[in-house]
């Protein structure tokens, strides 16, 4: 069965400079959801699109800007990455009539 | 805001014994669903087995069960015939609808063969 794609899989990124994390849903899902995952930690929610429009938000910096585009696919746009940007980010997707959220395989993100 | 409250942080099993997490959580919905993800070294979240608030059943996959006593806001994992596949950190997970998952700490689950 298709799963949830994600790209890049790793990513190495200066302070200061910007990413772009993309997230291909699995298909006829119609919910995208971002989360964090620092070391050590659990997940945490940052943003979720229903039908290409924001259907919550979370503990997301205003740093960070994310869309879903018209073929379901999202990306979450960091800039000015801090050090504690340093994180692996998981998108999963649903079908809302469901309720269960199937995870990505994530990015690992690294800032230096 | 919903809080998910795993203890015991560190778990070991012999191989082909039981064990069981513990989770339990805080809400004021009525309506809602309870998870465990697995997450193994390889980082990737895996839906393990998922119940929802209003069926009295308790949820069953192959080897993993929960034990769902709602009035006490208890969602505990079992997992039986431990094998070594099954070590990983195990999350529990709260969403009220189609909305974000809020996890617990995390159990980290040891398999002694």
């Known amino acids: 069965a298709a799963g949830v794609i994600q790209s890049p899989r790793h990513l190495i990124k200066e302070k200061r400079e910007t990413a772009t994390l993309k997230c291909y849903p699995i298909?006829?899902?119609?919910?995208v959801y971002w989360y964090q995952q620092g070391p050590g930690q659990d997940p945490q929610f940052l943003i979720s699109?229903?039908?290409?429009?924001?259907?919550d938000k979370g503990s997301i910096p205003d740093r960070f800007s994310a869309q879903q585009f018209s073929d379901y696919h999202s990306e979450l746009n960091m800039s000015s990455l801090e050090l504690g940007d340093s994180a692996l980010y998981f998108c999963?997707?649903?079908?809302?009539?469901?309720?269960?959220?199937?995870f990505g395989p994530g990015t690992r993100l690294t800032v230096t | 805001a919903q809080t998910v409250t795993q203890s015991q942080p560190e778990m070991s099993v012999q191989e082909a014994e039981t064990v069981t997490l513990s989770c339990t959580y805080d809400?004021?919905?009525?309506?809602?669903?309870l998870f465990w993800y697995k997450q193994p070294p390889s980082r990737q979240m895996i839906l393990v087995i998922r119940?929802?608030?209003?069926?009295?059943q308790n949820a069953t996959e192959n080897r993993f069960s929960v034990n769902f006593q709602k009035a006490a806001k208890s969602f505990s994992l079992k997992i039986s015939d431990s094998q070594l596949g099954d070590a990983a950190m195990y999350f529990c997970?709260?969403?009220?609808?189609?909305?974000?998952?809020?996890f617990g700490k995390g159990n980290q689950v040891v398999v002694i063969p």
């Open positions: 999963a997707s649903s079908l809302r009539v469901t309720y269960e959220q199937y």
């Open positions: 298909p006829r899902h119609d919910t």
């Open positions: 699109f229903y039908e290409k429009m924001q259907s």
């Open positions: 809400t004021s919905e009525s309506d809602y669903y």
């Open positions: 119940q929802e608030a209003y069926k009295q």
């Open positions: 997970a709260y969403s009220h609808g189609n909305n974000r998952l809020a």
